[in-house]
């Protein structure tokens, strides 16, 4: 059984960073894309980031480029996103999500099979 559990969320400054971890369980990760999606309150879920633990290529949300870093941990298990210079619109419940295969196209319809129940990041000023 595929499980996903999420850490590392918290409250930050305006300008500050954090490091969100998501560690996977249950399934051959060299074989899945692994996600982070946030959901901010009355907003519609949104992906973020998206890793390819397979060879380590990566995908990310235009407004998150530059600022956010998604890498991952094969021999661990487990993928980091870097968070910096944080901003008011980056607070949002933040979620791991494994889809099988090496395509993005799950990510990019937010159509992931697993999800992980997901980590408050509240930014303020």
């Known amino acids: 059984e595929v499980h996903l559990v999420e850490s590392g969320g918290g409250r930050v400054r305006v300008g500050g960073s954090l490091i969100l971890s998501c560690a996977a369980s249950?399934?051959?990760?060299?074989?899945?894309?692994i996600a982070w999606f946030r959901q901010a309150p009355g907003q519609e879920r949104e992906g973020i980031a998206c890793?390819?633990?397979?060879?380590?290529?990566?995908y990310y949300r235009d407004s998150v480029k530059g600022r956010f870093t998604i890498s991952s941990d094969n021999a661990k298990n487990t993928v980091t996103l870097q968070m910096n210079n944080l901003k008011p619109e980056d607070t949002a419940v933040y979620s791991c999500?494994?889809?099988?295969?090496?395509?993005?196209?799950?990510?990019?319809?937010?159509?992931?099979?697993?999800w992980g129940k997901g980590t408050l990041v509240t930014v303020s000023s």
């Open positions: 890793i390819q633990p397979s060879d380590q290529s990566t």
């Open positions: 249950g399934f051959r990760f060299d074989d899945y894309i």
């Open positions: 999500a494994a889809s099988y295969g090496d395509q993005w196209w799950p990510f990019v319809r937010g159509d992931m099979g697993h």
